[in-house]
């Protein structure tokens, strides 16, 4: 039973690793090719120069890794349980982007930071 829960646990977080992973590399997209802004007049020049860019498109393919383990561990555990363990994502996500992309934290967003942890917390004791 408690190996079962180490795994399913390794698979989500494995989620959790490929989606923050996901979220940097766009951003690092972006950022490189100064896409502002999309709105119809410029939606398919933008949506072409994203798509051949390469941290976009490995900012895609760990969506697609990650789906697909998600999927794995909807066969294994309650949604109740592992869904709201996503939201730690949110943590790595600021986390991250405030060591590598240099993004500023305001003190109230660790402190937001903070509550969510200890809900994560919370539904892994579960």
């Not at 949604?79 to 949110?90: K, M």
């Not at 305001?106 to 892994?124: A, D, N």
Request: charged share 10%.
């Amino acid at each position: 039973m408690k190996g079962t829960l180490v795994r399913n646990l390794i698979l989500i977080f494995g989620c959790i690793i490929l989606g923050v992973g996901g979220q940097l590399c766009i951003k690092e997209g972006i950022r490189r090719t100064g896409i502002v802004a999309m709105n119809l007049a410029n939606a398919f020049e933008l949506c072409g120069k994203a798509l051949t860019t390469p941290f976009i498109l490995l900012g895609f393919l760990f969506y697609i890794i990650s789906t697909f383990i998600w999927l794995s561990v909807l066969s294994r555990v309650q949604l109740s349980f592992a869904y709201p363990l996503i939201s730690f994502g949110y943590v790595l996500t600021v986390f991250f982007s405030w060591l590598l992309l240099n993004e500023s934290v305001s003190l109230i967003r660790w402190l937001g930071v903070m509550v969510i942890c200890c809900g994560v917390f919370l539904i892994s004791r579960s």
